[in-house]
């Protein structure tokens, strides 16, 4: 092998090498401060982070909804705790545009806190359930039944911009981390009106 092609082949490995090492994480948390393009955090496990934005990074916020605004067809993602009647048992709702693919469409583990999980579907069944509802909510491999209590957060994201930046706000943040511990912010959803994000 030529030693220009040894070269070359070596930097695209360690390219590669580096976006490999990139993982995908999520902050919650009250922004601190806000320094040109990164943004600071109080994380809720009481870490001060900084955070660099991306160019392409998405901004929203959130509108609050009710329980009359989902129905059968409604899509939507909830995080939700399994009871101790093993029943799965909502958070918050928060409710996707209509005719779009469904994001991270499925069931499974989320961090909100431990046992918690996250699903993703569309609502093909409702019934009454005390004084909230049961949905079923369907998803390309499966279903989960879900008990939405009836004072749960139920929101629907609006999108915004970098004025959402605010110090003093909740934030729900998704970025990248690279291998050296640096995170880019590539979603942020933000605290408007004193509607939170979802967890």
């Known amino acids: ?25 999520r902050v919650r948390g009250t922004i601190t401060a806000i320094d040109g393009n990164v943004v ?15 160019p392409n990074a998405v901004f929203s916020y959130m509108k609050k909804l ?4 989902v129905r059968a067809g ?10 101790p009647d ?9 409710l996707f545009p209509a005719g779009r693919p469904i994001p991270a469409e499925g069931h499974r583990p989320w961090d909100l806190e431990p046992g918690s999980t996250m699903t993703n579907g569309m609502v093909t069944a409702i019934t009454e359930a005390g004084d909230g509802r049961e949905l079923t909510l369907t998803y390309k ?16 994201a609006q999108e915004g ?18 291998a050296d511990g640096k ?17």
């Open 1 to 25: 092998m030529k030693p220009l092609t040894v070269v070359l082949l070596s930097i695209l490995l360690s390219v590669a090498g580096s976006l490999g090492a990139q993982t995908q994480a």
């Open 40 to 54: 600071a955090v109080k994380s809720r496990e009481g870490k001060d982070l900084r955070i660099e934005i991306a």
């Open 66 to 69: 009710g329980l009359a605004d």
């Open 74 to 83: 409604t899509p939507l993602g909830t995080s939700a705790l399994t009871g």
């Open 86 to 94: 093993g029943r799965i048992v909502a958070r918050e709702l928060h």
């Open 141 to 156: 491999d499966g279903a989960q039944r879900v008990i939405v209590p009836a004072n749960i957060p139920i929101v629907a």
């Open 161 to 178: 911009d970098r004025s959402l930046l605010v110090v003093g706000e909740y934030a729900f943040i998704a970025v990248t981390v690279a």
């Open 183 to 199: 995170m880019t912010a590539t979603r942020l959803q933000i605290t408007k009106d004193g509607v939170r994000p979802p967890q």
